[in-house]
Protein backbone atom coordinates (compact mmCIF):
# COMPACT_ATOMS: atom_id res chain seq x y z
CA UNK A 1 0.00 0.00 0.00
CA UNK A 2 1.61 3.20 -0.96
CA UNK A 3 1.00 6.81 0.81
CA UNK A 4 -1.60 7.78 -1.62
CA UNK A 5 -3.89 5.11 -0.16
CA UNK A 6 -3.42 5.51 2.97
CA UNK A 7 -6.31 7.30 4.97
CA UNK A 8 -6.59 10.80 6.31
CA UNK A 9 -5.04 10.84 9.87
CA UNK A 10 -4.98 13.27 12.32
CA UNK A 11 -2.24 14.39 14.46
CA UNK A 12 -2.33 11.25 16.91
CA UNK A 13 -2.52 9.12 14.33
CA UNK A 14 -5.87 7.89 14.30
CA UNK A 15 -8.08 7.49 10.72
CA UNK A 16 -10.66 10.78 10.38
CA UNK A 17 -13.01 8.29 8.59
CA UNK A 18 -13.08 5.30 10.33
CA UNK A 19 -14.89 3.28 7.08
CA UNK A 20 -11.89 3.76 5.57
CA UNK A 21 -10.60 1.22 7.99
CA UNK A 22 -8.93 -2.12 6.75
CA UNK A 23 -6.74 -4.65 8.03
CA UNK A 24 -3.80 -3.63 5.86
CA UNK A 25 -4.68 -0.03 7.18
CA UNK A 26 -4.21 -1.69 10.41
CA UNK A 27 -0.74 -3.50 9.42
CA UNK A 28 0.89 0.15 8.37
CA UNK A 29 -0.53 2.15 11.67
CA UNK A 30 0.82 -0.87 13.48
CA UNK A 31 4.14 -0.67 11.80
CA UNK A 32 4.35 3.39 12.94
CA UNK A 33 4.51 1.93 16.48
CA UNK A 34 6.97 -0.95 15.98
CA UNK A 35 4.22 -3.25 16.12
CA UNK A 36 4.23 -6.75 13.42
CA UNK A 37 0.31 -7.91 13.96
CA UNK A 38 -0.06 -11.22 15.07
CA UNK A 39 -2.96 -13.71 15.73
CA UNK A 40 -3.36 -12.30 19.49
CA UNK A 41 -3.05 -8.52 17.83
CA UNK A 42 -6.03 -9.48 15.63
CA UNK A 43 -8.11 -11.16 18.12
CA UNK A 44 -8.29 -7.82 20.06
CA UNK A 45 -8.61 -5.55 17.64
CA UNK A 46 -11.73 -7.46 16.20
CA UNK A 47 -13.17 -7.48 19.90
CA UNK A 48 -13.13 -3.90 19.81
CA UNK A 49 -14.49 -3.07 16.20
CA UNK A 50 -17.34 -5.51 17.88
CA UNK A 51 -17.15 -3.24 20.60
CA UNK A 52 -17.43 0.26 18.30
CA UNK A 53 -20.37 -1.50 16.57
CA UNK A 54 -22.24 -1.95 19.46
CA UNK A 55 -21.77 0.47 21.58
CA UNK A 56 -20.99 3.32 19.11
CA UNK A 57 -17.73 4.04 20.85
CA UNK A 58 -14.60 3.02 21.76
CA UNK A 59 -13.76 1.85 25.31
CA UNK A 60 -13.36 5.21 27.11
CA UNK A 61 -10.42 4.57 29.40
CA UNK A 62 -7.91 1.72 29.54
CA UNK A 63 -9.68 0.40 32.66
CA UNK A 64 -12.99 -0.36 30.83
CA UNK A 65 -10.90 -2.04 28.11
CA UNK A 66 -9.21 -4.02 30.19
CA UNK A 67 -12.49 -4.79 31.77
CA UNK A 68 -13.99 -5.17 28.73
CA UNK A 69 -11.66 -8.14 27.89
CA UNK A 70 -11.63 -9.55 30.82
CA UNK A 71 -15.13 -10.42 30.59
CA UNK A 72 -14.80 -11.91 26.46
CA UNK A 73 -11.66 -13.50 27.21
CA UNK A 74 -10.61 -14.23 30.84
CA UNK A 75 -8.30 -13.49 33.12
CA UNK A 76 -5.47 -14.68 30.85
CA UNK A 77 -5.63 -11.81 28.19
CA UNK A 78 -8.04 -9.69 30.46
CA UNK A 79 -5.66 -7.99 31.84
CA UNK A 80 -3.21 -5.01 31.67
CA UNK A 81 0.35 -6.55 31.41
CA UNK A 82 -0.96 -8.67 28.43
CA UNK A 83 -2.56 -6.05 26.80
CA UNK A 84 0.90 -3.54 27.29
CA UNK A 85 2.33 -6.50 25.81
CA UNK A 86 0.36 -6.70 22.68
CA UNK A 87 0.08 -2.99 22.53
CA UNK A 88 2.33 -0.68 24.46
CA UNK A 89 2.04 2.52 25.67
CA UNK A 90 -1.41 3.22 26.52
CA UNK A 91 -3.43 -0.09 25.44
CA UNK A 92 -6.55 0.96 24.85
CA UNK A 93 -5.21 4.16 22.89
CA UNK A 94 -3.04 2.12 20.73
CA UNK A 95 -5.05 -0.57 19.95
CA UNK A 96 -7.87 1.84 19.06
CA UNK A 97 -5.67 3.13 16.97
CA UNK A 98 -4.72 0.27 15.23
CA UNK A 99 -8.61 -0.66 14.98
CA UNK A 100 -9.13 2.46 13.50
CA UNK A 101 -10.98 3.46 15.98
CA UNK A 102 -11.87 6.97 17.35
CA UNK A 103 -9.49 7.92 20.13
CA UNK A 104 -10.58 6.74 23.36
CA UNK A 105 -12.44 9.79 25.30
CA UNK A 106 -10.32 9.59 28.47
CA UNK A 107 -6.84 7.99 27.75
CA UNK A 108 -3.75 10.55 27.97
Same mark, same amino acid.
Given at each position: @??????????? =???? #???????????? *? *?????? *?? &? +?? $??? #????? &????? !? #?? =? @? /???? %?? &??? $? /?? $???? +???? +? %? /? *?? &? @????? +???? !????????LPRPTNCL
Amino acid at each position: @MTDSVMPDRNN =EGFL #EDASQWTPEVAA *I *IAADDQ *IV &L +GE $KHW #EIIEF &LRLFY !K #EH =E @M /SPPS %NR &LFV $K /SV $KEAF +GDER +G %N /S *IY &L @MQLFP +GTPA !KTACRIAGLPRPTNCL
